[in-house]
Nanobody, 115 residues
Framework: QVQLVESGGGLVQAGGSLRLSCAASVSILSFSAMNWYRQAPGKERELVATITSGGNTNYGDSVKGRFTISRDMAKNTVNLQMNGLKPEDTAVYYC?????????WGQGTQVTVSS
């Protein structure tokens, strides 16, 4: 059974940084892409960043220039470096992949940015 486990969330002041990690139970090259989503209270889930198996990256407009997605294939992890955090970045952050034509989600990690 494939599992995704997120870590690294927490409470940070505006302007600060956090680094999230998503550990997969299989080689991350098994996935065509790995994604980070976030969901704030009362809002829809939003795509934050994507990294493909070829290493290409893409970001949501609200995080471009502040967040960086990367991967460590030796550890089977995908990371999200978040700099210049804003209160509006407060959300539960989820790791996501497509697995056997169905979405697979981690349990999420809470990020709270205080003003």
């Amino acid at each position: 059974q494939v599992q995704l486990v997120e870590s690294g969330g927490g409470l940070v002041q505006a302007g600060g940084s956090l680094r999230l990690s998503c550990a997969a139970s299989v080689s991350i090259l098994s996935f065509s892409a790995m994604n980070w989503y976030r969901q704030a209270p009362g809002k829809e889930r939003e795509l934050v960043a994507t990294i493909t198996s070829g290493g290409n990256t893409n970001y949501g407009d609200s995080v471009k220039g502040r967040f960086t997605i990367s991967r460590d294939m030796a550890k089977n992890t995908v990371n999200l470096q978040m700099n210049g955090l804003k209160p509006e970045d407060t959300a539960v952050y989820y790791c996501n992949v497509a697995w056997r034509r169905a979405p697979l989600w981690g349990q999420g990690t809470q990020v709270t940015v205080s003003s």
